[in-house]
Every structure is written in C-alpha cells, then in structure tokens.
C-alpha cells in the first residue's frame, strides 16, 4: 500500500522570505499523481499545486513550485516571497493512476507553516 | 467554482445519538468522499461513492454509514455515536476518469460528541 510522509509537523518561515516544506511517499507504481492541498485556519482546503510522474519538468503556480524526485520518491513544495495569507496547514497528497473512477487520495499528517511579519 | 456544502461548521451530540453529516455538490460529480481530520494523522478516508447507491468502505469505516439517493448529495451516518468519534470531518467530490483532477473540499463539520 502506498504511504505519503511530511516529516515537519511544524515550519515557521519570515514575510518576504522562502520556505521548503518536504514529502516523500512510498509505491511500487510507476504513474501516479501528487498534490499539495493547503487548509488555512478554519477555511475550505483548496489544491495549491500538481504534478503528473510522467512528468519530468517541476510544476509551478506563480510563487509555489515543487521539486519532483521520483527516484528518490520525494515532492516537496518551495514557497517563495512568503506572504502572512500563506499561513495554513499543508498536505501532500498521492493518487495512483491505476485506481480506475475512483480518484482515491493518500494524505500525509500536514506541516503546519506560520508566517512571521 | 465548485461549491461543497457541508450542512453544518460546528454540531454537538451525546453519546448513543445517532448522528447525521450532510454534504451537497454542485457540479454533477461522480466521486463524492467523507474523511476524518485528525491532529496528527491527517486525512483518514472513511467511505466513497462513485455513483448513486454506490458506495466503498474506506480506511476507517467502522462506527459510519453513508447514504448516496441523489447525486449531488451524500450523507454520513453515525449509527451510535460514541466520544472517539469526536473530530473535524471533511467531505469532497471529484470528477471521474480525469486523473489529475484534484478533490474538492467543503469547509468540514467540527463534531464533538459529549
């Protein structure tokens, strides 16, 4: 079965600056999908950012990007020019391409980022 | 703009209730999903629907039922609800057959069972 770690329970990273926030992910699979969901205070979790694993290029939205390792099995999320609506919960997520209509998520425990002024 | 509502943000039950969560989408969604939100343990899916009265258990399914009669809405049971079930639970949809194609969220329903 597949697994998704985030190893940092909490990251705290300065306005204006960037923070690197990690996943690795354990699977036997070759064709997958990965994404990063951020669920700020007590609002709607919405998708920040995905990546197909046939896809070598590094997915970027504006001031989120990831670096996709699939060898090393690793997608972490850089945020740069950190701003204070930043400050949210994050959550790296897999899907695997095999698993029919379903669109079934695995979802790591989520880092927690604040954001100091 | 996909809309998930959850019918409630905040509910307060006692213990041996049974407990209704209601969630409803609006843009004609195969998928429809209910999680559990933990500190510490993430996203836990307790059940899924591919379609109407269709449904799969989950990782957590125990001590939850669903029910799917329309499309668009889809509903967590909590047959005897019991103090451990206290959390925050989040619903979502998705379209089928698009692999890429994220989830979307209600704003989740914060439930404490007394």
């Known amino acids: 079965a597949q697994t998704v770690t985030q190893s940092q329970p909490e990251m705290s990273v300065q306005e204006a600056e960037t923070v690197t926030l990690s996943c690795t992910y354990d699977?036997?699979?070759?064709?997958?999908?990965l994404f990063w969901y951020k669920q700020p205070p007590s609002r709607q979790m919405i998708l920040v950012i995905r990546?197909?694993?046939?896809?070598?290029q590094n997915a970027t939205e504006n001031r989120f990007s990831v670096n996709f390792q699939k060898a090393a099995k690793s997608f972490s999320l850089k945020i740069s020019d950190s701003q204070l609506g930043d400050a949210a919960m994050y959550f790296c997520a897999y899907r695997s391409s095999y698993g029919g209509a379903t669109n079934k998520l695995i979802f790591g425990t989520g880092t927690l980022l604040a954001v100091q002024p | 703009d996909v809309k998930v509502t959850q019918s409630s943000r905040y509910l307060v039950k006692r213990t041996g209730e049974k407990v209704f969560l209601e969630c409803v989408q609006d843009?004609?969604?195969?998928?429809m999903f209910w999680y559990r939100q933990d500190p510490g343990l993430g996203l836990r899916l307790i059940y899924f629907?591919?379609?109407?009265?269709?449904?799969e258990k989950g990782d957590i399914p125990e001590g939850y039922s669903v029910s799917r009669e329309k499309k668009e809405r889809f509903s967590l049971i909590l047959e005897s609800a019991s103090t451990n079930q206290t959390s925050m639970y989040l619903c979502a949809s998705s379209p089928v057959g698009i692999n890429n194609q994220p989830q979307h969220f209600g704003d989740g329903t914060r439930l404490s069972i007394l």
């Open positions: 843009m004609d969604h195969e998928n």
């Open positions: 699977t036997s699979e070759s064709d997958y999908y």
């Open positions: 629907s591919y379609d109407v009265k269709m449904k």
């Open positions: 990546q197909e694993a046939y896809k070598q």
